[in-house]
């Protein structure tokens, strides 16, 4: 503190002012901040990314305008659940009343969600060099956050078996409650008419017990239901079986075992119990193995076709050590390989 306050007293002419110490440490006035939040909050995305730019141009850091943002987003918080300004961290005493507005404005459901996106902006932030565009993707992300409240208002209504809006009145032809006029698949729609018994289970998934008879149909739709290389390396399986109760087992023939491995990974593993239960209806549980009694089929008997030759050229890229640390740091996956017509010199 003592180092930055030279610094100041360095560069500043006659007096320090709140501008000279947001220009040292990189942060965006008090202004700009609530300029930039109200585009948030009336989710004007490119008046949001004008203002970022602005900020940027006046040597505002990318990552400490994040954190300012949150920490403006949990004074609202608080003033959204009803602590009075006494409460707030970060707000100054001027700003008091605005931040309570913002607050009442958001709602609580929506300031958590944004905080979260912040949140996981800032961690990615650490292990980025891409700043910009991490803080902008999560500028974008907030504006276009709807409002949580209402939802959560009409999902409460929904589940009391009212098809009325938030406010009281009918919902309008293009809001979120239209969409209990559709039956969801696997679902059974109620009779016009039939009085609303809360014990009739019409509201439940249809259940699809998992047997060896339909595994692979099973095994198939959760397929579907996942992209990306997790999709691709899905569908190398040989065969399905069933070991015990909700116990799916994955058999790979033998040298597909980059297949397998990326079936195996935690989240990839994660996201097909999800598809399996949305499926079924139940948790699922699903081992991949390896059958070592098979061997790949031979060119000769079946040569492998143009998807298959993609599908290994891209297992391939995907092993390489710099695609595989661009995937942890970013979560992405390699989906396309375009080959260069350039030789190297």
Known sequence: GQSLLEQLLALAS?????????????TASEGRLDELVGCLVAHDTAGALAVFEAALGHGVDPGLLIEQLFGYLRDCMAAAVGCK??????????????????????????????????????????????????????????????ELDDLAALVAQLREGSVRGPSGAAPKKNSPA??????????ERPSAGAPNDSSQPTDRV??????NENAAEIWEAAIGQSTGLLAENARLYDRVAISAPNRLVV?????????????QRPENATRLR????????????VEFHLDEQTTPAKPAERP?????????RLAEVARHPLIRRAGELFGAEPIRITEGTEKPK
Do not use: W
């Open 85 to 146: 300004p006494e409460a707030f961290v970060y707000a100054s005493p001027a700003s008091a009343d605005r931040v309570s507005k913002v607050g009442s404005q958001l709602g609580v459901h929506a300031i958590l969600a944004a905080m979260q996106i912040l949140d996981q902006t800032l961690s990615r932030l650490r292990q980025s060099t891409q700043t910009r565009v991490l803080a902008e993707l999560a500028l974008v992300r907030l504006a276009q956050l709807d």
């Open 178 to 187: 239209t969409a209990v006029d559709a039956t969801p698949p696997g679902r």
């Open 14 to 26: 006659n007096r320090i002012t709140l501008a000279d110490v947001h220009g040292m440490l990189g």
């Open 274 to 285: 999800q598809a399996l239960a949305a499926v079924t209806g139940e948790a699922v549980q």
């Open 304 to 312: 492998p076709s143009a998807a298959e030759l993609s599908r290994q």
């Open 251 to 263: 058999v790979f023939k033998a040298g597909y075992t980059l297949a397998r491995s990326v079936c």
């Open 206 to 211: 249809t259940p699809r017990p998992l047997t």
